[in-house]
């Protein structure tokens, strides 16, 4: 605090004590709204968290940053309204912002050389400079001395310079901190434009004759031009994330036609369907960098995936070969179904299929022979001794009788075929009604919901929340879609395709290959998916259970583990008791700590003000009343008559007329306010509220209101609850509006939110804006005449006498809506 700020403040108090009143009021009035925007703030972030909601990690940046600054202002405000005291808050919340924003930081970008590198390069290796893709084909090429294609890698570097080149990182942060992942059209438009400014980029020229030298140096000994083909290799991409089949591969390039493909590649990183994985999976967009891989394109007498364990991890002694001859696009890709051979992992010999169908249509048999099945299966093994985990690998088998590699990742399963769903299946002997038997368990679990048949009248677009969604094949894209579908039934695609991949990591159970079959199912009836079963039952047949929230069964993502480590340091509350000891800034351990602390110490600033100005009980009053709690008077002008007495007040001395209509509500002759045996409000003792505590010793602690002739800012606590009404009533109407808010309860949250069911229903029928989150009920009357402001405010007080002690009596929403309707009749 400056030495003229607190000189000023001082000699207002000797000689002007008036203006400390009105600029602590204003101090106190800012700290209030900034408060009211904490809480709103804390209460998105935490939806994201237990409601599962996904956005961008820009987005979730923005919102903690608008925390910050209200938490901040709220601090700012305290040290208006007592300058020169709390003078260490400023630091613990400079300390807690500081922690917290570096959760939220992106990492430390390199935009210089080197901008290539050949895949026989030790640095090559790196996945924070390769990306995992190459970093994982140059492992096995140099430790492993495995066959992979010729080729070298455009670095991560490369991608960063660019975007600092063409000055386009404030431009994309922007899209995406206003990208809703929720809306299909958002998503596509904010992807258009992304890569648009990828496309339309100048390459730097450094990055662009890097490029070309690596060309000419990876193929100088290949006479004529080589065939090339362009693959993403994002940081993340094939790591403990797949990124399956959501970026971009280009085939079929010259020396030419590279430098496009290579910005064509850059622009897939913000493809819709890439955008909605990496932020389901809760990835930064500077987290994870797009190197690019430029190979020697193969062009293969076979091709496909092994699998060196089954995903089901139904039998951990079998190896699974998915191919299909030539190249493998439409395998992965999830148009073709492929051969499946299975081979024993110790043994190397053939087993006999069982899990995976013959198929129908567009299967090839017999492509490879137990020679060179055995042979792959050898290699695959040694791929994954190497990584020291279960692999998906891609290869491809070259007319000279040689097994190339393409990529190796690990691979995405299910642990012991063990649903993916919280509801475990019915008992194999339980009847149900099949309505489909067969194809190839692609990911496991089992999911019942309506089923959405994808034709021309039905796009998947349409699908509904919860949706069992019927596909002709599963291309990459569908993986926009697993936020809102429970389960995919495919006529065709493959247990290796990429949204298989997906489906797995995702928990998302998918059955494909099952052929024109699958056409037969009655859209929109609800049935159950027994994917781990392979068969689809009419109706519900899975037994009723509560089922886990996605930051249960989704906590080993990224997006739940950095929202658990914000939340921790912004919404534990340590500060209970005003006070205990340890209720100092010294004791702040999060920005809630802070939030409580800031307004408890306004509050008492609040209601000892007219002692501190060495006239006691000139500001502060108690209004004399037989209802069974105190509340506290500062009248900041007009809000009590002429000539009324110190210390204490009676309510015929009240000129608010905001107050007076609420005084009307608690009043009401419906409202008992001594037929309430379960507390004694009086005599309670300490409870602690959502924003405060209410204590018999302490009135500062108890309701308060803050009055002028046509204001009201009145907090009323009870027990477990605190309300807070603030309302301007006066002439001019555009400036009129009553603000609500209701918080908190005694019990469980079902309880809490059954009241606030029952309140919301009465505002709302008042002409209230209402909105609910979690046991926090906001509610806001629009502008209007002072006449029409009278008989909500009557209401509202109404309700606040009305709902004491609800939340332990309603026992469901039948009773809940019985009782507004009660209400209401009565008003």
Known sequence: MQINTLFKYWTYRLFAPGVVLRRTYEAFRELLVHDSRCHEFMADLEALYYQGKREDLCRVALRYGQLSASVEGMVAALERMAPGSHVTLREYFRKFDFYSRLLLAPPALDFGPPFTLPLTDT????????????????????????????????????????????????????????????????????????????????????????????????????????????????????????????????????????????????????????????????????????????????????????????????????????????????????????????????????????????????????????????????????????????????????????????????????????????????????????????????????????????????????????????????????????????????????????????????????????????????????????????????????????????????????YFQRLRRLLDGITPLALTDPRAANFTPEGCRTFHDIIRFCHEQAVRIMFSLGDRLGKPGRSRRRLITSLPFDIFIVDVGGGLRDGTADGATEIDHVASRPFLHLWRGLTHPDIHWHEQPAFDWKNFGETVLADGISSVDSPEFASYAVLGGDYVNLIMRFGYHFTLVDALCGEDEASNYCQFRFAGGGADLSGRQLRLAAIARVLQQAGFEVETRGDLLDARLPACPAARMEEPLVILGRLLGATRLMDMTLGNADEASRWSDDFLSAT
């Open 123 to 558: 640095r090559a290796t790196n996945p924070a400079l390769v990306g995992h893709k190459a970093a994982n084909l140059s492992a096995l090429s140099s430790a492993r001395n495995l066959p992979v294609p010729a080729g070298f890698v455009i670095t991560v570097n490369s991608f960063n310079y660019l975007l600092e080149y063409n000055d386009l990182r404030g431009s994309v942060t922007r899209l995406l901190e206003q990208l809703d992942p929720t809306d299909p059209q958002a998503v596509e438009s904010a992807s258009s434009q992304l890569c648009a400014m990828i496309r339309s980029a100048e390459l730097p020229p450094a990055v662009g004759e890097a490029i070309l030298a690596a060309v000419a140096e990876t193929f100088a000994a290949q006479a004529g031009d080589v065939n090339l083909i362009a693959r993403s290799s994002a940081v993340g991409e094939d790591g403990e994330s797949s990124f399956a089949g959501q970026y971009a591969s280009i085939a079929d390039l010259s020396r030419d036609t590279l430098l496009g493909a290579y910005l064509e590649v850059l622009a897939s990183k913000y493809f819709p369907e890439a955008l909605a994985y990496r932020i389901h999976t809760g990835f930064g967009d500077e987290e994870t960098p797009m190197a690019v891989l430029v190979m020697e394109m193969i062009d293969p007498v076979a091709s496909g995936v092994v699998y060196t364990v089954r995903p089901d991890r139904k039998d951990e002694r079998r190896l699974g070969i998915h191919t299909v001859r030539g190249r493998g696009e439409g395998l992965v890709g999830g148009r073709l179904v492929a051969e499946v051979i299975e081979v024993d992992r110790q043994s190397l010999t053939l087993c006999v299929p069982e899990a995976y169908g013959a198929g129908e249509d567009g299967i090839a048999s017999g492509i490879l022979d137990l020679p060179r099945a055995s042979e792959l299966a050898r290699l695959a093994l040694e791929i994954e001794a190497h990584f020291g985990a279960p692999q998906d690998i891609e290869w491809a088998l070259t007319s000279e009788e040689i097994f190339l590699f393409l990529q190796s990742r690990p691979l995405a399963t299910s642990p012991g075929g063990v649903a993916t769903t919280p509801r475990e299946p019915l008992a194999e002997e339980t009847d149900c009604q099949v309505l489909l038997r067969g194809g190839n368990v692609a990911a496991p679990g089992h999911a019942c919901g309506p089923l959405w048949l994808v034709d021309g009248d039905h796009p998947v677009e349409g699908a509904p929340q919860g949706a069992i969604l019927v596909v002709t094949d599963t291309p990459p894209s569908l993986v926009q879609r697993l936020g809102r579908i429970l389960g995919v039934l495919a006529e065709s695609g493959s247990v290796a395709g990429h949204f298989a991949t997906v489906c797995r990591e995702f928990g998302v159970p998918l059955l494909c290959g099952i052929g024109r079959s699958v056409r037969d199912l009655p859209h929109g009836e609800v049935v159950t998916l027994l994917a781990t079963e392979g068969k689809v039952c009419r109706g519900d047949v899975l037994p009723a259970a509560p089922s886990l929230p996605a930051y249960q069964s989704q906590a080993h993502l990224p």
